[in-house]
């Protein structure tokens, strides 16, 4: 059975994400999991525990791949940690501990003892994960499309992460105006992307609001059914993948000048209506690396700056 059929098998993603992360993967490439996680449908624990059921092998700790020795990573030159796809972390006499994204790819494993004279004895990791231990370890530069800033899963990027947020939270409880709020949101969403946008509805249009990297002055549109802001506006949930050019997206690709590849819509909600929208991407051909979850944070934060004026202004009005 497939990795996909099995996940959705035992409950842990729906019929409908996994085909959105097939549909995403088609386009970008990368594992299933790998764009499972990029959608926020599964965590990586979760991911690990389950590749480690599903291929029948132990996984291995991201304690463990976090300091690894330098006596073990010598072990191995770069060419063959590249070519075979192997993170070597741990290591006895002639037995290698060795991380892999295929553990079950048994002839791999057989060439490998005869390269090596180790005793290879394979652990299961995420796709995500090793691709950022071999950049760390070795400098393997990774792909396009897993290009970051910085390491997501570092403790480095969780503090940086923490007190930006905490900055945030300041600059939010001061604001005195809905516009204030769309200049916070397009300076952090420039941290992030290229291109920033901010829409906010007004009765049953989405307006355009201000953005850094494009011109929404004077941009309208219904949020018909077909269009990314109808997905948004119905499911209450963001939208991450491409504009795609159909028939209720027409005004937004106008305004792009094109049609996105990758491309993430975060709705801002307050008592559960929608009240505006923070757009982003890295232009019509290039891979959107955005932290979703920094900008749902970003988003949430910035729904309460909105409620406070709301309440600010019924305040004054009484």
């Not at 959608?39 to 092998?57: A, K, N, P, Q, V």
């Not at 905490?166 to 105006?177: L, M, P």
Request: charge should be neutral; charged fraction near 30%.
């Amino acid at each position: 059975m497939k990795l996909g059929e099995a996940l959705v098998r035992e409950g842990l993603i729906t019929r409908e994400q996994l085909n959105r992360a097939l549909e995403r993967q088609v386009m970008f490439g990368g594992r299933i999991g790998t764009n499972l996680l990029e959608l926020r449908f599964m965590h990586e624990e979760e991911l690990t525990m389950f590749l480690s059921r599903y291929f029948r092998i132990s996984a291995v700790s991201p304690e463990l791949i976090a300091s690894i020795p330098d006596e073990v990573l010598s072990s191995l030159d770069r060419e063959i940690v590249e070519k075979y796809k192997i993170l070597p972390f741990s290591r006895e006499r002639k037995r290698l501990y060795a991380a892999m994204i295929n553990p079950a790819a048994l002839d791999v494993i057989d060439e490998l003892r005869f390269v090596t004279g180790y005793d290879i004895i394979p652990h299961v990791i995420s796709e995500m994960r090793f691709i950022f231990a071999l950049e760390k370890y070795y400098g393997i530069k990774p792909e396009l499309r897993y290009i970051s800033l910085q390491d997501p899963f570092s403790s480095e990027t969780v503090i940086e992460e923490k007190d930006a947020i905490e900055k945030i939270k300041t600059a939010f409880t001061d604001v005195r105006g809905v516009e204030e709020i769309a200049g916070i949101l397009l300076k952090e969403g420039c941290r992030i992307a290229s291109r920033v946008a901010a829409f906010i509805m007004k009765g049953e249009k989405v307006k355009g609001w201000k953005a850094r990297g494009l011109d929404v002055e004077g941009f309208e549109t219904s949020g018909k059914e077909g269009s990314i802001f109808f997905e948004v506006l119905m499911r209450r949930h963001y939208y991450r993948g491409p504009v795609l050019k159909i028939p209720g997206n027409e005004a937004l690709i106008a305004v792009l000048s094109g049609t996105p590849q990758d491309a993430l819509l975060m709705p801002i909600t307050v008592r559960d209506k929608v009240v505006a929208f923070l757009y982003v991407d890295n232009g019509n051909n290039a891979v959107l690396n955005a932290n979703i979850a920094y900008l749902s944070r970003l988003a949430s934060i910035a729904a309460v700056a909105f409620e406070l004026i709301i309440l600010r202004k019924r305040i004054m009005e009484m």
